[in-house]
């Protein structure tokens, strides 16, 4: 969900942008990370972590910890907390350690 | 490989303030920055800052860090390099950076490293569940990108960043279940614990996460108070229903790069973690290496500002690069930072400091 009214700040109108979330349409900002675009969307779940296939979502936001690794046009391990969307992209939950296309 | 005077790694309030200090006494500097943006932890800070008019208090967190940007875009000795990531920093003295996709060496003849801290998790059952956050992931979310992180939100520890991002999410809209501290009081300023307080949230000093709930996200967390042994007591288990839990529960230094580059290291819980010993002019054991911020201590954007200030000065004038009022400025600051360290809040990190100050200069 995004904020409506804020009391400070004011978030400056990017573009929006389609891209697919496990092959299912979804739009958001052009620019901002990846991971706030799901979020909006309500999509927490980002990976299952590789030996006990849990579910892991957004942790630090910047870079810091791996928690968010996704596959995003059919590369993995791509830290969607950092990642800029496009439009096009296509995004994908990544099971385990993720494989090279 | 390129020459260069200085580069400095980390373009938060310390890495900036080196910057355009070391730039002004006159040295070549490079300014490595791993994201998209210049500022660090301060851009996401909306919060009128403490202090004394030289570090900017009463502003918020995110104007003073766009007044150090136009410093810094108004030095042409200053290079910006940023989405770079300084990698390694080897014994022959070369530094390599990954920028964008491209891989390049330097060879810095002083190297500032100002990469600030990363937040500490904390261990319970379920502690991994997507929904589970780092109280600056939070920020981040919200302050930059004008989403919210989860509908209704518990939030462990009562220090500053604590009370802060609580009083945060309720600007945002969204709902704050409590506020936990393990520790017996607030650790954070009054003034914003009384801000969250007059909202109406409670904050349950002597408590701790006993476990998270949910399957595939966080529907739950299962809280429970302390004795004064810090042990958990039976039969004090509260629920929380939330879908969200931030992690307030401190920062540690993040100094890899320092360990790499073998600067003599020191655990000092006082300033967060592994932290590196240092002297007056803010140089490691590393004589080429110098720090300032959050990953020399972790403490607070001004002292970080003034800290870096001293490292550029110092990592400058070692290099031959003179002024007038070098002596001067060098002087001022310093007392500066004796002053913002003199408060009771500042006992804990001052008594940290002397466990890795090093008396000579290198
Ligand atoms: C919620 C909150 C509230 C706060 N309130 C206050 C307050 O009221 N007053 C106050 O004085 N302070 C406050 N602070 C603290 C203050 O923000 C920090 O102490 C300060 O930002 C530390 O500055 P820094 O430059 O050391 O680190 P940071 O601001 O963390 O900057 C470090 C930068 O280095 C970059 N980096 C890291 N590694 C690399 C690498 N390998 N290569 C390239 N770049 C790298 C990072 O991306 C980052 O931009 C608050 C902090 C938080 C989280
Ligand atoms: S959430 Fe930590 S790296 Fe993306």
């Known amino acids: 969900m995004r904020i409506e009214n804020h009391p400070i700040l004011a978030f400056a109108d990017a573009a929006t942008v389609e891209f697919t979330f496990n092959g299912q349409a979804l739009s958001g900002r052009e620019g901002e990370p990846i991971a706030a675009a799901l979020h909006d969307a309500g999509v927490r779940v980002l990976r299952h972590s590789p030996r006990y296939h849990r579910p892991r979502g957004l942790f630090c936001a910047i870079g810091n910890c791996s928690s968010c690794l996704m596959t995003v046009n059919g590369v993995p391990n791509i830290r969607v907390c950092v990642e800029p969307l496009r439009a096009g992209m296509t995004v994908e939950t990544q099971d385990g350690k993720g494989r090279l296309a | ?362």
């Open chain 2, 1 to 362: 490989m390129k020459e260069v005077d200085i580069v400095v790694i980390g373009g938060g309030p310390a890495g900036l303030s080196a910057a355009v200090h070391a730039a002004k006494m006159g040295a070549g500097v490079l300014l490595l920055e791993r994201s998209q943006a210049l500022g660090g932890q301060l851009v996401k800070q909306t919060h009128k800052f403490f202090g004394s008019r030289q570090e900017f208090a009463g502003e918020r967190g995110f104007d003073i860090a766009h007044t150090l940007m136009e410093q810094i875009a108004q030095q042409e000795k200053i290079e910006v390099w940023t989405n770079a990531t300084a990698l390694g920093y080897y014994p022959d003295g070369v530094l390599t950076v990954k920028r964008n996709e491209n891989f390049r060496t330097f060879r810095p003849r002083k190297l500032i490293v100002a990469t600030g801290a990363s937040e500490k998790a904390l261990a319970f059952p379920n502690n991994d569940l997507p929904g589970i956050y780092g109280a600056g992931a939070v920020q981040t979310l919200m302050n930059l990108y004008g989403v919210m992180p989860a509908k209704r939100v518990l939030m462990v520890g009562a220090g500053n960043i604590g009370v802060i991002v609580a009083y945060q999410l309720l600007q945002a809209g969204v709902e704050v279940a409590a506020v936990i501290e393990a520790a017996p009081r607030i650790g954070g300023y009054w003034v914003h614990a009384s801000k969250i307080r007059r909202c109406g949230v409670p904050i349950l000093t002597g408590h701790t996460i006993r476990q998270a709930h949910g399957t595939t996200q966080l529907t739950g967390v299962t809280v429970c108070r302390l004795d004064e042994k810090w042990t958990m007591i039976p039969g004090t288990d509260t629920l929380f229903e939330v879908d969200g839990l931030c992690l307030a529960v401190g920062l540690s230094p993040l100094t890899e790069l320092l360990w790499q580059a073998g600067c003599k290291m020191n655990f000092v819980p006082e300033l967060g973690g592994y932290v590196p010993w240092r002297n007056e002019y803010l140089q490691t054991t590393h004589k080429n290496v110098y720090v300032a911020g959050d990953v020399a201590g972790v403490e607070e954007a001004s002292a970080a500002m003034v800290e870096g200030k001293l490292a550029g000065l110092a990592a400058a004038f070692a290099l031959n690069h003179q002024t007038a009022d070098f002596a001067a400025d060098y002087r001022a600051a310093k007392q500066q930072l004796n002053a913002l360290r003199s408060g009771p809040l500042s006992a804990k990190v001052c008594h940290g400091l002397c466990k890795v100050m090093l008396e000579e200069a290198m």
